[in-house]
């Protein structure tokens, strides 16, 4: 892993658009090219690179008065990114995820 963790808003944005795209991209379900959920494969990497304590960490949401978690802000952002980036190795089916 190139970037370093913190709990971050910062660390996951980055994370997701410039590693975790990458990780999901040569996982077997997206190179079999059939329909999959994102979240279940962004949940099995990020248990694989990460400690239960860190995906659990707290941080404050940006515009809202409630704590996200480290976990539940990677998941955002990898399922922002490839829906909207111009370069996303996936197409978004909009079907719970998929």
């Keep these: 892993m190139q970037i370093l963790f913190e709990a971050t808003k910062s660390f996951c944005y980055k994370f997701a658009r410039y590693e975790l795209l990458d990780l999901i991209a040569k996982e077997p379900e997206a190179s079999d090219g059939k329909p999959f959920k994102l979240v279940d494969v ?8 990460f400690s239960p304590e860190q995906l659990a960490t707290p941080i404050p949401a940006a515009k809202a008065d409630r704590i996200d978690t480290v976990f539940g802000t ?4 990898a399922a ?18 998929m």
């Excluded at 111009?86 to 089916?93: A, K, Q, Y």
């Design 80 to 97: 922002l990114h490839a829906k909207r980036l111009p370069n996303s190795p996936f197409l978004w089916l909009g079907n719970g995820g």
């Design 74 to 77: 990677i998941k955002f952002f």
């Design 42 to 49: 962004v949940k099995r990497i990020a248990k694989e690179l």
